[in-house]
């Protein structure tokens, strides 16, 4: 019952601003942000309550030509508490952090921001395949409306692309899932988990599957050579929405890997492994040099995007426990630190409608707050210890480690001194240097964007020096979720246990 | 329980309330009140060393170490990694030095930086600097000494680029914090091999690192490939943090910052944490002899590199610079041959004569309107007769003028040098310690050729510089000169050669005799060394201590002999020749071999590789899609919504297609 309110909640939430002013601006501002604020509370006992919330199933409707009745299916653990937690979070942040971008047109904007947070929420939630790619896929409709409504110049094209890209990957994962329903007649993760049933499949069927379900998440994250649409999204995108879908929508590839691929292909996983993890350190070290090229900021960020959940990427593919609990970490801390950094370059463009490497330039003499602020999310970004991004690749890292594979770790942990090549390249560009007659007027932030940067920077502490609760709630389910590949890449023989159920489900 | 946690969370409150007050008062003219701030940055380093010498009260009898404080849990690594200070007596000296040195540092920095706008902020991250370096040497664990780890770095950088309107210290300040992220990352992988070498009982935890590197199990680890790779790595990340070849090169250009900064960061605190973390690994290090032996030559090669560039610098403090790296070289050439506690007593006395030196430096640019040329210097021993004085304590010091602290420091390593056992068959011990003397001549005469250009000769100083010039005020020369006093009197601490008075050896027993006492055994198993060792020891601690002495009265008779008269030339001119390219060498030839060509293939990557290829291939789907939806280009100027509905029909069919081998076998 929670669960499913909390599903309604965004969508109750969207139709409630839809009645909102839409000639003021700020009004329609407030209601969204008290809205959002309150689903974020709403959200809240996901990670508190020391019980998870009782789960939902029933039976929703028979897919068409198959035997398979999709469920309605909603269930909590850790790692979706933890997610959640990021997206409720991120998208007063968002709504906050558009203000000034989108003026008077809130309304309409917010409108789309709650029914994408509502479908992430969902996708998060929901434990069967079409209900998860019905939500999945349904994200991307008021991304591309916000995108293409209230983008940059160029948000037609950049938003056509992005839908473009982002569609043909997952359009394989549609039809994986409608086969699947047809060939063994369900849909359930749970069922498919439990039962293993994936496995009864020819090793020709079970490939296309995997191929369709990683690359779905790999354009998602996006994950290397998948990454086309990434930097000019991110680039035309208004603030808020860059923040939700750099900081949470993001996430929801590395996540549809660790829920989906890992446990549903645990052999296919630990056979490709290598594929990925290459991929994984390609992405690390080209997005990492390509920020370091980059003038256009939002390019520089998306680019260091793609390096930093690289490394999720890398860590979920070595299966080991500590770096999925680090990828686990590192998705959340990343989710903050980067949305910290949009808001704030949202916050400049804002003022001086530009934000290329050489556009600014001794800033921290006229605006230290700004200075201070957006050198504090340069430094989480770095994965400075003591925050929550450095708990996050520590992990990783540490996870990654293995004598025989040491290469990886090697060259994985570039990552970290590129990182602070090209982030105190941008840091000097603009802050600091002689002060530029040409930026004379240029007011520091305000309290709205103080309030809206701060808590971030505040959490990142916090988890930095605290992933307790992250490492332990999200961290644990995803390590669990990653238990079957492990075993099998490291060649330990199959549990008991599992093979019972496999000839239960024969017998069946 | 003892409260060790106010020790970090002292200054850490001066650097918040500071560092709020700072930005909150950035659209004022002056700032806020200078007393506040000042009177905060200074009481609370001070209050951390009275928290410090509380601290070492209860373990100067009785017990060696106080229990362990965990706090919290903070990463999931092994049994679950708490966040954890420990206080045993390595942490007690370097924690009585910096927050002692650094309270004295702080006190000279209110009146050094007292006009400067940035005052506050300055306070601020001087505050900040000592909760890092605080940190760094009370972590009971890898990870928590890490924290402090990277934290001083960001400091340095934060401080080097204090004055961030100039690009040049820019450049320096974000030189500092890469080169040592190449070390911080050599710092985590040594770290990563470590705890896969433990096994099954593997923790960070430096308790439980020598539990099992002093047993058996650990012990027979020895030499094996993991070891070796986790000696060499965390050895790159003292490297970093301790100015060695190759990662030296920064530590010149961090001259850039501020005076006290170069005082505090760059010369007695944050520089001599790689030999900490050498100490704290004491147990690791002494099983890769390998890595020991090319922690010894990689010591001395820097020492002599020091010595030699100190010898052609005009700049005050980049002589001063190239006098640390060379003297950081002396500290891990004696953590190579296994002498840990004599490295630590250098890293002591070093820590007050060159903060000394640097004070004094800084007093003297500061009566100069920050002229650094010493051409431009001379005769000002009337002028700043407190200054003066001072100096010529640190100077005694650091050339090893019999009783000053730097002789009984040096004079320790060059004896341990010479009695280390046979490296690989090779002598190299008695080798490096001959080529330590000759370094230590270098030292005694770069060093007394600053004396001389900055007081003892001519004067060169303009007229109108030379009116205005004065005596620091008491706020400055008091630290100075209490420093000066400091580097006289540490060298009571440990008369090599006389057995009797060695306290602080006896004090850092407890911390490392075991792995000191392992490299003995390998020494006493050459029967040659064995043999030699016992009868003739004090003799040739004798010996080499008149070697030593002869060498400082040498130096500086050459120093007298050439540079008495001043410079040749009086107007500054950037470096050249010779000079130049011993300095900006090791630069160049990083900028050729990695920083071009890893910016060229950044570009490449970006411009080419991305561009062209990837891009090229989304507009090819793209425009496959747009063609089976049909109508793309008119579409798409009229309405998005359809066009994107008509391409995704066309990309099913697409994908529907490549799919149907699969489902034609599977129906």
């Given amino acids: 019952m929670y669960l499913t309110a909390l599903l309604a909640a965004p969508f109750a939430a969207a139709l409630l601003a839809c009645f909102g002013s839409g000639r003021d601006g700020a009004a329609a501002t407030r209601l969204a942000l008290v809205l959002a604020l309150a689903i974020a509370a709403l959200g809240v006992p996901l990670v508190t309550c020391l019980t998870a919330p009782g789960a939902v199933e029933h039976a929703w409707f028979s897919l068409a030509g198959t035997g398979a009745v999709v469920q309605f299916s909603l269930a909590s653990d850790g790692l979706t508490a933890w997610l959640i937690q990021l997206v409720t979070f991120l998208v007063p942040v968002g709504l906050l952090a558009s203000r000034d971008q989108v003026g008077e047109r809130m309304r309409e904007f917010a409108v789309a921001v709650l029914v994408m947070e509502g479908l992430m929420i969902g996708a998060l939630l929901s434990r069967d395949l079409v209900l998860f790619y019905l939500c999945f896929e349904g994200m991307l409709i008021p991304m591309v409306v916000l995108m293409a409504l209230f983008g940059g110049t160029d948000r037609r094209g950049a938003a056509l692309q992005f839908f473009l890209y982002t569609m043909l990957g997952s359009v394989g994962l549609l039809v994986a899932i409608w086969y699947i329903a047809q060939t063994l007649q369900t849909t359930s993760l749970t069922e498919l988990m439990d039962s293993r049933m994936l496995a009864t499949l020819s090793s020709g069927e079970q490939v296309a599957l995997f191929a369709a379900f990683a690359l779905a998440f790999a354009v998602k994250v996006p994950l290397a050579p998948f990454h086309g649409w990434q930097a000019r999204a991110y680039a035309e995108c208004p603030t808020g929405a860059v923040v939700l879908l750099s900081g949470a929508m993001a996430k929801l590839g590395t996540y549809g890997l660790i829920r989906f691929v890992l446990p549903l292909f645990p052999e296919l996983s630990a056979e490709y492994a290598n594929l990925f993890i290459i991929l994984g350190l390609v992405s690390v070290i080209a997005g990492a040099l390509m920020a370091w090229a980059a003038t256009d900021v939002k390019r520089l960020i998306a680019f260091s995007s793609l390096s930093h959940l690289g490394l999720v990427v890398v860590g979920i593919f070595t299966f080991s426990d500590l770096a999925l609990k680090g990828a686990a970490v590192q998705m959340v801390a990343h989710g903050i630190s980067v949305a910290a950094l949009f808001v704030l370059v949202g916050a400049l463009e804002s003022r001086a409608l530009k934000r290329g490497i050489d556009d600014f330039g001794g800033l921290a003499g006229r605006a230290p707050i700004l200075a201070t602020l957006f050198i504090g999310a340069a430094l989480a970004s770095a994965a400075l210890p003591g925050t929550a991004n450095f708990a996050g690749e520590f992990l990783l890292l540490m996870g990654v480690f293995q004598p025989r594979q040491w290469w990886i770790a090697a060259i994985a942990g570039l990552s970290t001194i590129l990182t602070a090549v090209y982030l105190l390249r941008l840091v000097q560009r603009w802050f600091y240097g002689p002060r530029r007659a040409d930026l004379a007027v240029l007011p520091d932030l305000g309290v709205r964007e103080v309030v809206t940067v701060a808590p971030l920077l505040a959490l990142s502490l916090f988890f930095g020096f605290y992933p307790k609760p992250i490492s332990d709630q999200a961290g644990t389910v995803a390590s669990r979720l990653g238990a079957e590949a492990r075993r099998v890449a490291s060649g330990a023989p199959a549990p008991v246990a599992v093979v019972e159920t496999k000839d239960a489900h024969a017998a069946r | ?667």
């Fill in chain 2, 1 to 667: 329980m003892y409260p060790l946690w106010l020790i970090p969370v002292l200054p850490l409150v001066g650097f918040i309330v500071n560092g709020l007050l700072s930005l909150g008062s950035a659209g004022s003219k002056r700032g806020p009140s200078r007393g506040f701030v000042a009177a905060l940055a200074v009481a609370m380093p001070l209050l951390a060393f009275l928290v410090t010498i509380g601290a070492t009260a209860h373990i100067w009898n009785g017990p060696t170490t106080l229990p362990i404080q965990t706090y919290w849990e903070w990463l999931p690594i092994g049994k679950g990694l708490g966040f954890g200070l420990q206080f045993d007596r390595l942490t007690a000296l370097m924690l009585l030095f910096i927050t002692g040195i650094g309270t004295l540092i702080h006190l000279y920095s209110v009146g050094y930086m007292r006009e400067d706008r940035g005052f506050a902020r300055f306070m601020a991250y001087l505050n900040l600097f000592m909760a890092s370096m605080i940190i760094l040497v009370l972590g009971d664990s890898l990870p928590v000494t890490f924290l402090g780890w990277e934290g001083v770095g960001l400091c340095s950088y934060l401080l080097i680029g204090f004055w961030h309107q100039d690009h040049a210290n820019n450049d320096a300040a974000r030189k500092a914090f890469v080169i040592n992220r190449i070390g911080d990352l050599g710092f985590l992988l040594g770290a990563f091999c470590l705890y896969l070498a433990m096994g099954k009982d593997a923790s960070l935890r430096y308790v439980d690192i020598a539990d099992f590197f002093q047993g058996d199990a650990g012990k027979a680890l020895a030499s094996t490939p993991l070891i070796v790779a986790a000696c060499a790595l965390l050895f790159l990340g003292c490297t970093g943090k301790s100015a060695q070849l190759p990662l030296l090169t920064w530590l010149p250009d961090a001259m850039a910052g501020p005076t006290p900064v170069s005082a505090l960061i760059h010369a007695a605190t944050m520089v001599t944490s790689g030999v900490y973390l050498a100490a704290r690994l004491s147990d690791v290090f002494v099983l890769a002899p390998a890595v020991m032996t090319a922690i010894t030559l990689i010591g001395c090669a820097t020492a002599v590199y020091g010595a030699i560039a100190g010898l052609v610098q005009w700049d005050i403090k980049k002589v001063l610079a190239y006098s640390t790296v060379s003297q950081l070289g002396f500290m891990f050439m004696a953590v190579g041959v296994g002498a840990f506690d004599v490295a630590l007593y250098h890293v002591f006395t070093h820590a007050f004569f060159k903060a000394t030196l640097f004070l004094g430096a800084g007093s003297v640019i500061h009566a100069l309107h920050h002229e650094q040329d010493l051409r431009r210097m001379g005769g000002l021993t009337k002028v700043l007769p407190l200054t003066y004085s001072s100096m010529v304590f640190g100077w005694f010091a650091i050339i090893g003028m019999p009783l000053g602290s730097g002789f009984m420091s040096k004079d320790l390593i060059l004896e341990r040098l010479w009695a280390a056992p046979d490296m690989f068959g090779v002598q190299v011990g008695k080798l490096v310690c001959v080529v330590a003397l000759i370094t230590a001549l270098l030292t005694a005469i770069y060093m007394s050729r600053l004396m001389y250009y900055v007081f003892w000769s001519p004067s060169r100083v303009p007229a109108e510089v030379k009116a205005h010039a004065h005596e620091a005020p008491f706020v400055m020369s008091a630290p100075v000169l209490l420093l000066s006093f400091g580097s006289m009197v540490a060298g009571a601490m440990w008369f090599g050669a006389v057995p009797q008075i060695n306290a602080f050896e006896l004090w850092l027993r407890p911390v490392v005799e075991h792995a000191q006492g392992a490299t003995a055994l390998v020494a006493s198993a050459d029967p040659h060394a064995a043999a030699a060792e016992p009868h003739d020891h004090s003799a040739l601690a004798w010996a080499i201590a008149g070697c030593s002495i002869a060498v400082a009265f040498f130096g500086w008779l050459i120093a007298h002999l050439l540079f008495r008269r001043g410079p040749k030339e009086s107007e500054p001119r950037p470096l050249s020749g010779f000079a130049a390219a011993w300095t900006s060498g090791l630069d160049r030839i990083y900028d050729l071999v990695i920083a071009k060509p890893l910016a060229a293939l950044a570009w490449i990557v970006a411009r080419v590789i991305d561009q062209a290829l990837l891009t090229g291939v989304l507009r090819g789907i793209g425009e496959v899609s747009g063609f089976l939806g049909e109508g793309y280009v008119a579409l798409q100027r009229s309405r998005l919504r359809i066009s994107v509905t008509l391409s995704l029909l066309g990309a099913v069919v697409v994908v529907a297609y490549l799919l149907m081998p699969v489902l034609s076998k599977a129906a």
